[in-house]
């Protein structure tokens, strides 16, 4: 389960589509009324999504976005289901840092190219083409479930190898990860948290809670093991008979430790913690190494470790918890 989203990234990505490829998911938004920009913008933040993408399909949008905009500055607010220049020309006033088309308009993403980054909305491998000969690198893909899926995304992907995609329409918490695990996916695009019945009855609790919950489900927290330090090869394999005798875990004997089922690892000299270490698995290490950061986590990148593609795949917390070190690592 890898999603590409580190510096080392071989595409051409502006800085505003790294970060939302960081971020995962960006709430879609429709409001009716101006003045829930301020709360929902406060909602969104303290639940762990500081993006939204505000729809043209209402009138107060644009009031909107700067009101977000000003009031959180870090957010990356985009403009969603936007259709003509003059929308644009008032999305980038307001301070959107991003605009969503339903559908590919080669005028319109013309217009937008060195202005403001772009996503037009493309529903077939045509759509793509005209992006991608625009000079594009990624699009939307919209109505995604309606138009197939994840099915339609990797077929379209095929061709062409340059292009990434934020599919949107039809995705939930049910499927979200089914389509990050698509590492030409950056982002999903989704409205389940922003439901417009909580904006309407101002339960902005409720949407903390919802954005909160899909963050910890994108992440996919988990424990993959314990680690235990020992002084030295004698006693770690004391320590693993005393595992394998009591409970039956089988064991394994590899070069730094035995493992003793897939939980526990005794290690045969003292390693990361004083007393040993907590492996963490999650299904992108990158985007928790974002979020776990907006949380005030800080982590000790010198350890990080890359597969043969550049995908971060292993890195330690700084500090320790209860005698222990803690790192992270993918999910399998």
């Known amino acids: 389960k890898r999603n590409r989203t580190d510096e080392k990234e071989v595409f051409s990505m502006n800085d505003v589509l790294v970060t939302l490829s960081k971020i995962g998911i960006v709430p879609v938004v ?147 990860n089914e389509y990050l695990d698509f590492d030409r996916i950056i982002a999903c695009g989704g409205s389940w948290m922003v439901d417009t019945s909580l904006l309407a009855a101002d339960k902005f609790t409720n949407i903390v809670a919802l954005t909160r919950e899909a963050v910890n489900h994108m992440l996919g927290f988990k424990v993959k093991h314990i680690g235990i330090n020992c002084a030295d090869d004698a006693e770690a394999a004391d320590t693993a008979d005393a595992f394998t005798t009591m409970f039956g875990f089988p064991q394994k004997n590899i070069d730094v430790s035995y493992f003793c089922g897939k939980k526990i690892e005794v290690m045969k000299a003292p390693g990361a913690g004083t007393h040993g270490h907590i492996a963490v698995g999650c299904n992108s290490v990158e985007r928790a190494v974002y979020h776990l950061g907006l949380r005030g986590i800080e982590f000790d990148m010198s350890t990080a470790k890359y597969d043969k593609d550049g995908f971060m795949t292993f890195v330690y917390i700084k500090g320790e918890f209860g005698g222990f070190a803690v790192h992270l690592t993918l999910n399998a």
């Not at 259709?83 to 959107?96: K, M, N």
């Not at 339609?152 to 995705?171: D, N």
């Open 30 to 176: 429709a409001l009716k009324h101006a003045e829930d920009a301020r709360p929902l913008g406060k909602a969104l933040c303290t639940g762990g999504l500081p993006c939204a993408e505000v729809t043209f399909r209402t009138d107060c949008a644009e009031e909107a976005i700067k009101i977000m905009s000003e009031e959180y500055p870090n957010m990356v607010i985009g403009a969603g289901t936007v259709i003509t220049t003059e929308q644009v020309d008032r999305a980038v006033a307001a301070g959107a840092k991003f605009i969503v088309s339903p559908g590919m308009d080669e005028k319109l993403v013309k217009y937008c190219i060195n202005k403001i980054p772009v996503m037009p909305g493309c529903a077939t491998p045509s759509d793509v083409q005209k992006a991608a000969a625009l000079g594009l690198d990624v699009v939307k893909v919209f109505p995604a479930e309606a138009i197939g899926g994840l099915k339609l995304i990797k077929a379209m992907a095929a061709p062409y190898t340059e292009m990434k995609f934020m599919p949107t329409g039809g995705i939930n918490s049910s499927n979200l």
